[in-house]
């Protein structure tokens, strides 16, 4: 009897402990993301314009081609270029998109439309960004979250098991709108959701640069 009193009370404080690490790192994936955003920016500064996509698992910008256009505008943040972290806190690189306007190898203007939309579900009934053609997100980054799913493991380059939710696979499919939400279960209705995701819209890239006399 007192074995099982013992059981209860450790189940009981091991829940609670297994909720505030995940807290935890979930915080600490968001403060990630807001860095890599304030690196993004310090790029853009530099350049003019942002960096394309690292495609092939080195964190180096991929080089443009010859009309100066990333040669794929979504693949892994650049993290080497960028000098920050190469992975989340559950070891898996992560993603980046950028919108072809904002990284090219010519400077960003003030009318550069911006065309990557940030959603509550993959059918994008409610979206997070402007819905106006050309004011959307001009950067998306985001973590595939504890499940990893969809990402690149940051040790073996390898990748990880497609998602098995709609609603995460709108976070890999390669189209132009993301998906950011409350997490949920597998079992939940919606399914597994469990992508941290963050995003650079073009008009705080704008006034990042005209503030520091970049732009116009």
């Not at 709108?170 to 469990?194: I, K, L, M, Q, W």
Request: aromatic share 6%.
């Amino acid at each position: 009897m007192a074995l099982f009193v013992i059981t209860l009370l450790v189940g009981s404080l091991l829940v609670p402990l297994t909720t505030q690490v995940e807290q935890r790192q979930i915080g600490e994936t968001q403060k990630t993301l807001e860095d890599i955003k304030e690196a993004l920016i310090g790029y853009a500064l530099n350049k003019g314009f942002l960096p394309c996509p690292d495609t092939d698992n080195d964190g180096i910008v991929n080089p443009q081609n010859e009309s100066g256009n990333c040669t794929s505008s979504e693949g892994n943040l650049p993290w080497a270029t960028l000098g920050i972290g190469q992975s989340d806190v559950w070891g898996n690189r992560l993603h980046y998109r950028v919108d072809p306007n904002f990284a090219q190898n010519t400077p960003i203007k003030l009318d550069s439309p911006a065309d990557l939309q940030v959603c509550t579900s993959a059918t994008c009934a409610t979206r997070l960004t402007s819905s106006t053609a050309g004011n959307g997100a001009a950067v998306v980054i985001l973590s595939h979250g504890k499940n990893g799913r969809g990402a690149i493991n940051s040790q073996t380059g390898v990748a990880n098991p497609a998602p098995s939710s709609a609603d995460e696979l709108e976070n890999t499919n390669g189209n132009t709108t993301f998906v950011s939400r409350t997490p949920s279960t597998a079992d939940a209705a919606v399914g597994e959701f469990d992508d941290i995701v963050s995003w650079l819209s073009k008009y705080l890239v704008f006034n990042r640069m005209v503030s520091a006399g970049k732009l116009p």
